[in-house]
Every structure is written in C-alpha cells, then in structure tokens.
C-alpha cells in the first residue's frame, strides 16, 4: 500500500483548498473569493484500497505585516518540511509571474514537488504552454500538471501523480478518517466562510469565530452559541448592519450549511464583540486558537 504526507502549499487564493475539498470529495476547509481564508493546517485524508493520501492544507503566503499572518506563513513554511511530497498551487490564469517562481523556488527542499497549475478553466489556452515553461524553468519541480478543480479536470491524473511519489507502507491514519479537525471548528469555519462571502475590505481579515457553545440536545438539535471577534467598533456595526439585517442573512446562509455538514437541525446564535487589533496581540491570537504549536 502507498501512504504519505503532502503539504499543499502556495500563494494566497489560488485554489488549494478548493483542490483537497474536491479531491477528498468532503468540505474539510472553507473556501472563499478573498485571499488568507485558510488561517490554520488542516488535515484531508482521501483513503483507497491501494493508497492513502493526507494533505496538509496550509494558508496562502500574502504579504501582510499583521502578527497573525506572521504565524499563519510560519504554518505553511513548517508544513511544507517534513512529508513525503509538497504539492504547490499555482494559479497562473493571469500568467506565471516572476514572484510565483521565486516562491516556487524558496519551497523547494529535499521533498519532491508537484506543480498543480490551477484555473485551467479560466486561463487563456494559448497560455497554458508558456506557463508549463516557466514553471518548468524552476530547479527541483518533478512534474506540473495543469488542473481545474471547479470543472474536476485532470484530478485524476494529479492524484494518481501524486500517489507515484508515496512510499510504500501501511495507512497512516485509520480509513474512515477525513480531517483531523473536530466538528466544532468546522462549524466556527463555516460561519467565518459566510462573513468572508458576504462582507468586503479588511473587515473579513479582521475576523476571528469563538465557539462559546456546542451541544447535541437530546432531540437531536445542535444549539450552538457563537462569538464573532472584530478590531473596531465600527466593522462590528457594519457586521450587524440595518437593524440586524446583515447579521440576520450570515446567520441563515452558515446554519444552512451547519445543518448538512452535522446533518441535524441547528440552533444558532451568534454575538458580535470587539477586541481592537487582536491580529496584533500574540495572546489574543493564540486564545483564539491560530498556532502553529503542534506543527
Ligand atoms: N475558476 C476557478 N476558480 C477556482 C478554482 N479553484 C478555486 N477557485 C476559486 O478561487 C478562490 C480561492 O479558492 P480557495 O480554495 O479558497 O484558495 P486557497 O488557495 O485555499 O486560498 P487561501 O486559503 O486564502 O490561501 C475561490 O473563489 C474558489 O472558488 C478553479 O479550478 N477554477
Ligand atoms: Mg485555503
């Protein structure tokens, strides 16, 4: 049997959680328009009869200067050491910049790395040569596979490319296993995911999920009671917007998702506080749980 670790590493947006989501076939990480979703490593396990996969979805690299993104690309650079194979998302649909080989390049280390050129579908065709090119210019690349993970093209083909490149030996974890995130973080993901959809600027970035309450009544109800942290008086009014109504519609859209990932009725409510640049303060970045400790 192949098993193995593989960090999914690259910039900001470009698609990799969206690709381990498809891959897997199960929601393990929340996927949103706006770079820096991902703030934390997550574990998507895709097991077979002949191999098992664990990606390591990592956040993007983004140029931010706030503490919280400091951590977040110590998470990524720790990950993307130490497994069997990196897997780096490239999305060049704009083309394949110089800053995307360079970061290319600083990843590349004693694993081998796949190129997953993402968003074929929205990238030109005539481009798609000169890009294979220019990715294929950096030193330490083993092989480049161009995907789409919207339209499920060249899935396949990546996951069988990428299981070439496991060492053969037993499952790492057992197979029924899908992410190594509880269902109460997902659940905190899944309402971050709907602020990110729905509001725009820096308010989303700003944007921390406590879970003050999770619990399965005995009628089978999930009551969960949530707290939205935000840096400034005025992001928690626009949070809340005209008479509620902004809060109202993040509440809904999250517990209709929450209903089909615990596949039970939810009770959801939710409290807007402020707690001013915690993205700054180290302290208030490791209570609300973005550490790279157990990395
Ligand atoms: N057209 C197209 N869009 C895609 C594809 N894959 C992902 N996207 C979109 O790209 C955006 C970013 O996707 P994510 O999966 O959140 O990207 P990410 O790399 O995990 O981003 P971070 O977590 O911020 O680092 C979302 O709006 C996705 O719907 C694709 O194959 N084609
Ligand atoms: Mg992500």
């Known amino acids: 049997m192949k098993s193995g670790t593989v960090a999914v590493v690259g910039r900001a947006n470009a698609g990799k959680s969206t690709l381990i989501n498809v891959i897997v076939g199960e929601k393990v990480a929340i996927v949103s328009p706006k770079p820096q979703t991902t703030r934390d490593r997550i574990l998507g396990i ?16 983004y ?69 294979l090119v220019k990715i ?12 789409s993970a919207r339209k499920g093209r060249n899935i396949k083909e990546l996951v069988s490319t990428i299981v070439k490149y ?21 659940v905190a993901e899944i309402l971050r995911e709907k602020i990110l959809l729905k509001l725009d600027k820096e308010i989303p970035h700003g944007v921390a999920v406590i879970v003050n309450a999770f619990e399965k009544k005995r009628n089978g109800v999930y009551d969960i009671n949530l707290d939205i942290v935000c840096e400034k008086l005025n992001h928690k009014a626009i949070i809340i917007g005209k008479q509620g109504q902004m809060l109202k519609e993040i509440n809904a859209f999250a517990r209709q998702d929450m ?12 409290f807007v506080k402020v707690k001013e640049n915690w993205r700054d303060k180290g302290a208030l970045i490791k209570e609300f749980g973005y550490t790279d400790d157990a990395l």
């Open 46 to 61: 895709l097991t077979t009869d002949d191999y098992q996969i664990v990606f390591e979805d990592t956040p993007g690299f």
């Open 63 to 131: 140029k931010s200067t706030t503490e919280l993104n400091k951590k977040m690309q110590k998470t990524a650079r720790k990950t993307a050491k130490d497994v069997d194979l990196v897997l780096f998302v490239l999305d060049g649909h704009d083309g394949v910049s110089d800053d995307d080989l360079k970061l290319l390049s600083s990843i590349v280390n004693d694993a081998p790395v796949i190129v997953a050129m993402s968003k074929i579908d929205i990238m030109p065709k005539d481009n798609i040569p000169e890009n």
């Open 136 to 147: 294929a210019s950096v030193e330490g690349v083993s092989e480049i596979i161009p995907v």
């Open 166 to 186: 496991l060492p053969t030996q037993d499952k790492l974890f057992k197979e029924d296993i899908v992410s190594d995130k509880s269902e109460k973080f997902m």
């Open 259 to 270: 209903e089909k990932f615990l596949g039970a009725k939810v009770f959801l409510t939710t």
